[in-house]
């Protein structure tokens, strides 16, 4: 009997990769899958903060797709190493702050590494020729096959058809002929595949799984990095970019407001290490103030979280200002008028 071959195939979550999974299964190769955990997925976050998702069913689709097809998934986090991909882009930025030709190669390269410390064979991802206008273009796949050191040990089952023969497809570890010849950003038939394998529940297959990819997002990074100097972020930063509304009315402090009660009680989380306001006489939303503000800038917030609240049409409203390790304090302000609260103060 023939050697059993070993794949490690790198899962997102999404349609292509599960294909991909499945497609090595079907050819009697052992696979297991990795996935890189940037801190940066879409997925689970904002649905467990806000109070209004907390109904709709949550799942980590890498998790649910390795269940589905009975392999091990292995959950490698690479917040720290990913800081240098994502600041020093060495192939730059996409639409917005996504390094997606320097990310392809980073989580290929550790691929790599952890394939060869456990003795598999070889890497296999669910990339498809001109499906990302970044990473998977005909011109770049080899620069990720080159760069992260995975060489011609890294098969693509559902382009390999359109690319030269790999060393498992040479090797006979694999046979190429029952390979695909995808291309394009169509899904039409990576969904006729799934409907072949029996697949009726998976991840949109046109979905997105990372926040960089965001206008939105990207924006307020962006501006984080602006305000501070600095092009850096922990663990923290990136969650609360997520969360609530940013304003910046001042250029020495931002306003994270709540849009409901599931926000409220996440920015709650950090009153030992922000300032936070809150309205008192009326129902409103929670602020929390990232950076340096005066007495006179946190009257200026007050006035523009009454401005969100209940309150927003009464004479004046109590404002309550908790500052970190000491005791609250309240303010009474003058709700600010819709036409004062600038655009250019929203990030």
Same mark, same amino acid.
């Given at each position: 009997?023939?050697?059993?071959?070993?794949? !490690?195939?790198?899962?997102?979550?999404?349609?292509?990769?599960?294909?991909?999974?499945?497609?090595?299964?079907?050819?009697?190769?052992?696979?297991?899958?990795?996935?890189?955990?940037?801190?940066?997925?879409?997925?689970?976050?904002?649905?467990?903060?806000?109070?209004?998702?907390?109904?709709?069913?949550?799942?980590?689709?890498?998790?649910?797709?390795?269940?589905?097809?009975?392999?091990?998934?292995?959950?490698?986090?690479?917040?720290?190493?990913?800081?240098?991909?994502?600041?020093?882009?060495?192939?730059?930025?996409?639409?917005?702050?996504?390094?997606?030709?320097?990310?392809?190669?980073?989580?290929?390269?550790? !691929?790599?590494?952890?394939?060869?410390?456990?003795?598999?064979?070889?890497?296999?991802?669910?990339?498809?020729?001109?499906?990302?206008?970044?990473?998977?273009?005909?011109?770049?796949?080899?620069?990720?096959?080159?760069?992260?050191?995975?060489?011609?040990?890294?098969?693509?089952?559902?382009? !390999?058809?359109?690319?030269?023969?790999? #060393?498992?497809? &040479?090797?006979?570890?694999?046979?190429?002929?029952?390979?695909?010849?995808?291309?394009?950003?169509?899904?039409?038939?990576?969904? $006729?595949?799934?409907?072949?394998?029996?697949?009726?529940?998976?991840?949109?297959?046109?979905?997105?799984?990372?926040?960089?990819?965001?206008?939105? @997002?990207?924006?307020?990074?962006?501006?984080?990095?602006?305000? &501070?100097?600095?092009?850096?972020?922990?663990?923290?930063?990136?969650?609360?970019?997520?969360?609530?509304?940013?304003?910046?009315?001042?250029?020495?402090?931002?306003?994270?407001?709540?849009? +409901?009660?599931?926000?409220?009680?996440?920015?709650?989380?950090?009153?030992?290490?922000?300032?936070?306001? #809150?309205?008192?006489?009326?129902?409103?939303?929670?602020?929390?103030?990232?950076?340096?503000?005066?007495?006179?800038?946190?009257?200026? $917030?007050? &006035?523009?979280?009454? &401005?969100?609240?209940?309150?927003?049409?009464?004479?004046?409203?109590?404002?309550?200002?908790?500052?970190?390790?000491?005791?609250?304090?309240?303010?009474?302000?003058?709700?600010?008028?819709?036409?004062?609260? +600038?655009?250019?103060? @929203?990030?």
């Amino acid at each position: 009997m023939s050697e059993q071959r070993k794949a !490690a195939v790198l899962v997102s979550g999404g349609l292509d990769s599960m294909l991909a999974v499945r497609v090595l299964q079907e050819q009697g190769i052992h696979v297991e899958g990795i996935n890189f955990y940037t801190g940066f997925c879409v997925e689970g976050h904002t649905h467990a903060i806000r109070k209004k998702d907390q109904k709709k069913d949550k799942r980590n689709n890498a998790l649910w797709v390795a269940e589905q097809l009975g392999i091990k998934l292995h959950i490698v986090d690479i917040v720290e190493e990913y800081k240098e991909v994502l600041i020093n882009p060495k192939h730059g930025y996409g639409a917005n702050m996504n390094p997606c030709l320097d990310c392809k190669i980073f989580m290929v390269k550790k !691929a790599v590494e952890w394939a060869k410390k456990r003795e598999f064979d070889f890497i296999a991802t669910g990339e498809v020729v001109g499906q990302r206008p970044m990473s998977q273009r005909k011109d770049t796949m080899p620069v990720v096959s080159n760069e992260s050191g995975a060489d011609d040990l890294l098969l693509r089952p559902l382009c !390999a058809k359109n690319l030269p023969p790999t #060393r498992p497809e &040479r090797e006979g570890w694999v046979d190429r002929e029952t390979l695909y010849d995808f291309s394009g950003r169509t899904r039409k038939p990576q969904m $006729a595949l799934a409907k072949q394998f029996g697949f009726e529940d998976y991840a949109t297959p046109a979905g997105g799984c990372c926040f960089l990819t965001d206008e939105s @997002y990207s924006v307020k990074l962006v501006d984080l990095w602006k305000s &501070r100097g600095s092009r850096d972020y922990e663990m923290d930063d990136i969650m609360l970019l997520k969360v609530g509304r940013h304003l910046r009315p001042r250029e020495n402090f931002k306003m994270i407001i709540s849009r +409901e009660e599931g926000e409220n009680n996440f920015l709650m989380g950090y009153k030992n290490r922000y300032i936070t306001l #809150r309205t008192t006489d009326h129902p409103g939303p929670l602020v929390m103030i990232d950076g340096e503000a005066s007495e006179e800038d946190l009257a200026l $917030a007050g &006035r523009i979280l009454a &401005r969100f609240g209940k309150g927003k049409s009464a004479e004046e409203v109590t404002v309550e200002i908790a500052k970190p390790k000491q005791e609250p304090y309240e303010i009474k302000v003058a709700p600010m008028p819709a036409s004062q609260v +600038e655009k250019s103060w @929203y990030i």
